[in-house]
């Protein structure tokens, strides 16, 4: 959620942390600020309330420079979005920090401090970290053993960088349950909430583990592990480079993902089917191996991931696997049973989402056979800690609705579940016709890319709506859920998605001629009910808009549809996403919304 930069070198750093922070701005953030140590050794603190922009405003209009400085994008969680709460947060003149989490004992915490005398300017729990290394640092202690002396008080997540400026050559981070990663360059070193800040100038990094505590200076970096012993963290070379994450000829960072879905799905199969097969071997012997012992499945996750791992159950118990499905913050606080043999899956987008981590954490205590976790950033803290990571491929995703992250998660659970269905006496043929359709689906998504113009004409409808409804059956609910929730993200009309046969149960009630209801109506068994269902809509006034296939007759007056072609029924899910996110997009612009950063959201929740 918040963003933190750092940056230790003979240059000056300060054009290195803005940079940072402006690719960091997909992440969600109310306000900004950058701490450097000048030339005379005094810090200079700037922060502002609002985007980065603003603060490059304040930062020109006066001389800011220094190599040693840290810097923050803020998501509020104590504190109203304020320049007082901005970070960085200091302790008079002796120390600067930036943090990401949530400091649970910080009352406690505080209270001692002021009794001490320390003064507190912020609403936020982060200051307290200051106050308290600027006590140690009183007491004699370096930059280094003062950190380490003060997060052992601490009861939560962070990830924190500390400068001092009595130390010109040292910058201190540490992490527990939010990510945090070191940029390694010549001469010169970087920190950063995730890689994509940093490939301007490196593409060299260590992920720091959890619990994991590092003293970085110009000429290297040591990290201690959460003992305090020294510790060896692998040197990994990134295979994204800064041009992956710019929006090229694209308005937003949204629709550029949403039409790099052809690619990104193509990308996920690569490797993975060949001549009507399924190669396992792709997923690794330990996959293999927990394929052959599971008899079910718990799948935990959260918001767009939650519908991938719901159109995902209807997939595996079609094929005789029983699934469970469950929203990772009810999962984790909850006591459970677990089936014998189940498998534990989790899905994330970022795999640093603080929530599902921590369910997987209980997981392994609690008698599950493995975990599989289904991801888009192959360094992440779930795949890090889970047996076996199915990796989704789609690259970096800046814009905060997700979109080609969740069709190829969808596209590995669809390969996740052709494994498993496999061992439950799915033919050749049948696996042949899997396959078959896995193929097809680049072009079908490419195709239905083409109504792009179509739907922002039918978009115009929304324009003066307040409400929306989204109905579908079977694997189409979560669909349904899944387009209900891009359009309440992006465009802010309140937006909710039921089982067509639900209905009559409560959400007829709201239909009038001001209630756009949406539906994806395919060619399947459940056809005919969906249609029963509409005519209940039409009968009440409600304005009908459809996205069909184009082989059905659909016997209803007064609605919008667009057909789409010759699509398969195994994937007809993912297809039939695509114009759910255009038209949620094209509606946002129409409302004249941030596409890219809606409002009081973040792109990874990566604390509670």
């Known amino acids: ?139 004699g202690q370096d930059i280094g053993e003062a950190t380490r002396n003060a997060i052992e008080r601490l009861i939560g997540a962070y990830a924190l960088a500390v400068i001092d400026p009595n130390d010109p050559d040292c910058l201190v981070v540490a992490r527990a349950g939010s990510p945090l990663v070191i940029g390694i360059g010549d001469g010169e070193q970087f920190i950063a909430s995730d890689v994509f800040a940093l490939l301007p100038v490196t593409q060299q990094f260590i992920f720091l583990e959890e619990g994991d505590f590092a003293e970085i200076r110009r000429d290297g970096v040591k990290v201690f592990d959460t003992d305090g012993q020294p510790a060896e963290r692998e040197i990994r070379t990134s295979q994204l480079s800064a041009s992956n ?93 677990v089936s014998p043999d189940t498998l534990f899956v989790t899905i994330s987008q970022s795999g640093e989402t603080a929530d599902t981590l921590a369910a997987l954490r209980g997981a392994k205590q609690a008698g599950y056979i493995g975990s599989l976790v289904v991801c888009n950033v192959p360094e992440s803290s779930l795949v890090r800690e889970s047996d076996v990571a199915l990796m989704t491929r789609a690259g970096p995703e800046i814009g905060v609705a997700s979109t080609k992250a969740f069709t190829t998660q969808l596209v590995a659970l669809r390969l996740m579940t052709l494994a498993l269905a496999k061992r439950r006496g799915l033919t050749p043929e049948q696996e042949k016709d899997w396959v078959d359709e896995l193929q097809a689906l680049p072009r079908q998504v490419e195709v239905v890319l083409k109504l792009s113009e179509a739907i922002e004409q039918m978009a115009t409808s929304f324009s003066d709506m307040d409400n929306a409804l989204f109905l579908g059956r079977g694997t189409f609910y979560p669909i349904a859920m899944e387009g209900a929730l891009k359009l309440k993200e992006i465009s802010y009309i309140h937006a909710e998605a039921y089982p067509a046969g639900e209905l009559k149960h409560g959400p007829l009630a709201l239909v009038d001629e001001r209630m756009p209801v949406v539906c994806a109506l395919p060619d399947d068994p459940l056809l005919e009910k969906v249609l029963s269902n509409l005519q209940e809509v039409r009968a009440r006034g409600g304005e009908l808009f459809l996205f069909s296939d184009k082989k059905i007759q659909i016997p209803l007056d007064r609605y919008q549809n667009l057909t789409l072609d010759d699509i398969c029924a195994g994937t007809a899910p993912i297809v039939y996403t695509i114009p759910l996110q255009l038209l949620s997009y094209h509606v946002a612009i129409l409302k004249g919304t941030d596409v890219d950063q809606p409002r009081n959201l973040a792109k990874s929740v990566t604390v509670e």
């Open 1 to 139: 959620m918040c963003g933190i930069v750092g940056a230790i070198a003979e240059r000056n750093v300060v054009p290195i942390l803005m940079e940072g922070l402006r690719r960091l701005e997909y992440r969600g953030y109310d306000s900004a600020g950058i701490a450097v140590r000048n030339p005379d050794a005094s810090l200079q603190r700037i922060r502002s309330v609002g985007k980065v922009a603003e603060l490059q405003c304040l930062l020109d209009q006066g001389t800011v420079d220094g190599t040693l400085g840290i810097a923050h994008t803020r998501w509020a969680t104590h504190g109203m979005p304020a320049e007082r709460n901005a970070h960085p947060h200091m302790s008079g003149e002796q120390v600067a920090i930036v943090h990401n989490g949530i400091i649970e004992n910080h009352a406690e915490l505080r209270a001692d401090l002021e009794a001490q005398g320390y003064l507190f300017n912020s609403d936020t729990d982060t200051e307290v970290i200051a106050h308290l290394l600027a006590d140690l640092l009183n007491k």
């Open 245 to 337: 994450a710019e929006k090229g000829p694209y308005r937003h960072y949204m629709l550029k993902e949403i039409f790099e879905q052809p690619a990104v799905i193509a990308e996920t199969l690569e490797g993975r089917i060949h001549k009507g097969k399924l190669l396992e071997q792709s997923f690794g012997h330990v996959a293999q191996s927990l394929f052959d012992r599971t008899r079910a499945v718990q799948i935990i996750a959260c918001g767009t991931s939650y519908h991938a791992g719901m159109v995902a159950r209807y997939w595996l118990e079609e094929a005789g696997i029983p699934c469970q499905i469950e929203v990772a913050s009810e999962f984790r606080y909850r006591k459970t049973v």
